[in-house]
């Protein structure tokens, strides 16, 4: 893709294209993979770069092993709410966390570590699933005074909607490229998503 121009109010902002969402890994989305060589465009093509990695310790609170008894993709109660119980996946500092090797990451202007508080999950690059504790993203964008958002990664039913739902509550314009995404679909999770987002304004577009 060729540099586009005129949008310096514009940041792309890349969710958490990382191995264990990638075939083979410990949460792979089917096709992960897949959508590398269009992000990598992106990345080229616009001015503003921001990654999010989904960053865990050990141990962490939502994965099932975690909880005696419970299967992965299990449903818990914590006290910000329903918590589904995921593998273990993302831990710091493993091969997993890691961002896919093909994708061109060095332009990211900022990287966004998220879900690194052990008792609390985080989905949205915004906010961790209470919903009040603050990435510290907002702020970020606001200072750099930008404006619009152009969303893609894994996965399209849970840490993109949940990014771009915050978003657009924060008062961004939010689009998201569902071509350059990949979704779990749990239960008809990604029919509710799409939902949500069209409902939020959120634009559902493709690159």
């Known amino acids: ?14 969710i958490d294209v990382q191995n264990d969402f990638c075939p083979g890994g410990a949460l792979a989305v089917t096709g992960g993979d897949e959508i590398v060589p269009l992000v990598n465009g992106l990345i080229d093509s616009l ?29 818990t109660q914590m006290p910000y709410g329903d918590q589904t119980l995921w593998p273990d996946h993302c831990v710091q500092g493993t091969t997993g966390a890691a961002f896919h090797a093909d994708l061109q990451w060095t332009r990211a202007e900022l990287v966004i570590r998220k879900g690194f508080r052990n008792a609390v999950d985080s989905y949205s690059a915004f906010f961790e699933n209470d919903h009040t504790t603050p990435t510290g993203l907002g702020g970020y964008l606001r200072e750099r005074d930008i404006s619009s958002l152009v969303m893609v990664g894994l996965a399209t039913d849970f840490c993109v909607a949940f990014s771009a739902l915050d978003a657009a509550k924060l008062g961004f314009k939010v689009t998201v490229l569902t071509d350059a995404c990949r979704a779990i679909d749990l239960d008809g999770s990604l029919a509710a998503a799409m939902d949500k987002m069209k409902a939020a304004g959120v634009s559902l577009e493709t690159t």
């Open 47 to 75: 001015p503003h770069v921001v990654l999010t990695q989904d960053w865990h310790p050990s141990g962490h609170s939502s994965f099932a092993s975690s909880h005696s008894g419970a299967d992965p993709f299990s449903t």
């Open 1 to 14: 893709m060729e540099k586009i121009t005129g949008m310096d109010d514009t940041a792309l902002i890349v």
